[in-house]
Nanobody, 115 residues
């Protein structure tokens, strides 16, 4: 059974930082592209960042220079370091694992940026 379990969300003030983690089980973690999407009510889910099995990264335009995605294949975990957070970063953040014709999603973790 595949599971992606996110952690690290919460409430943070503007300008603050959070680190999200997503631990995967039930997959051969090292061969999957891993990443993060986010969604706010009434809007489409948008790409935040992804990292391939080879370590190549892609970021959404709105987070470039502020967020960093990384992975630890020994721990089956992908991370999202979020710095200089803005109120518009408030969303549910979802972890995902992808390889051709196969994708899995976590249950999501809420990030709220507010003073």
């Amino acid at each position: 059974q595949v599971q992606l379990v996110e952690s690290g969300g919460g409430l943070v003030q503007p300008g603050g930082s959070l680190r999200l983690s997503c631990e995967a089980s039930g997959i051969i973690f090292s061969i999957y592209t891993m990443g993060w999407y986010r969604q706010v009510p009434g809007k489409q889910r948008e790409l935040v960042a992804r990292i391939t099995s080879g370590g190549n990264t892609v970021y959404g335009d709105s987070v470039k220079g502020r967020f960093t995605v990384s992975r630890d294949n020994t721990k089956n975990t992908v991370y999202l370091q979020m710095n200089s957070l803005k109120p518009e970063d408030t969303a549910v953040y979802y972890c995902y694992a992808y390889k051709p014709i196969t994708a899995y999603w976590g249950q999501g973790t809420q990030v709220t940026v507010s003073s």
